[in-house]
């Protein structure tokens, strides 16, 4: 009788344990599972608002917003997008040119970025755009507090990473700026 009793409490103690690890997983799939939503000026903002936060580079064209810009000695890096956005419509890219001549494009057309792109705004106000050519990984950092940079991280077992200074803050953790990350769906607490 000892003997039985001993076995369904280790019946139950395994049953208890079972049910709590699966209440515990439901739980935590529930919270990882929710949207996360910007505040009301982020998703209610509009480019007449926030218009003059923007800068026009020359690598961006005169109906593109020029979401960030790099420009060193020899090249000029910018973030160009369309004015308005959807995870379906709109678009963003990356260009790079040398003496005024468009050198490289990502992505080669004009497409929505979901998939390709990936936006993170830290509560320390930094931001950053991230995104992956020929297994390159491309990092346009912008500190809230400090200058920006591109870090590129090479393939492979190296890693090597090659940073490119740039000037003072850019617009990446601009309300406007944020509300297009959101609404293309690369936000990455989306």
């Not at 001993?6 to 209440?23: D, I």
């Not at 995870?87 to 929505?112: D, E, I, N």
């Not at 809230?144 to 077992?157: F, Y």
Request: charged share 15%.
């Amino acid at each position: 009788m000892k003997a039985n009793r001993e076995k369904f409490s280790n019946a139950m103690k395994t049953m208890h344990s079972a049910f709590l690890f699966v209440l515990l997983g439901l739980t935590f799939s529930t919270v990882l599972a929710q949207t996360h939503t910007p505040v009301s000026s982020i998703t209610q903002g509009s480019l007449d608002q926030y218009r003059d936060q923007y800068h026009q580079s020359p690598v961006c064209t005169r109906d593109e917003l020029t979401l960030w810009s790099c420009e060193t000695s020899k090249r000029v890096f910018s973030l160009c997008s369309s004015q308005s956005a959807t995870r379906t419509t709109g678009y963003l890219q990356y260009r790079a040119s040398t003496a005024g001549k468009v050198t490289f494009t990502y992505p080669a057309t004009k497409v929505p970025p979901l998939g390709l792109f990936k936006y993170e705004s830290y509560p320390n106000g930094n931001a950053s755009i991230e995104f992956t050519n020929k297994s390159y990984q491309y990092s346009l950092m912008d500190p809230l507090r400090d200058k920006s940079s591109i870090v590129v991280t090479a393939p492979g077992a190296s890693g090597k990473e090659t940073e490119i200074a740039c000037g003072p803050n850019q617009t990446l953790q601009g309300n406007y700026t944020m509300r297009l990350m959101h609404d293309f769906g690369i936000w990455t607490d989306d």
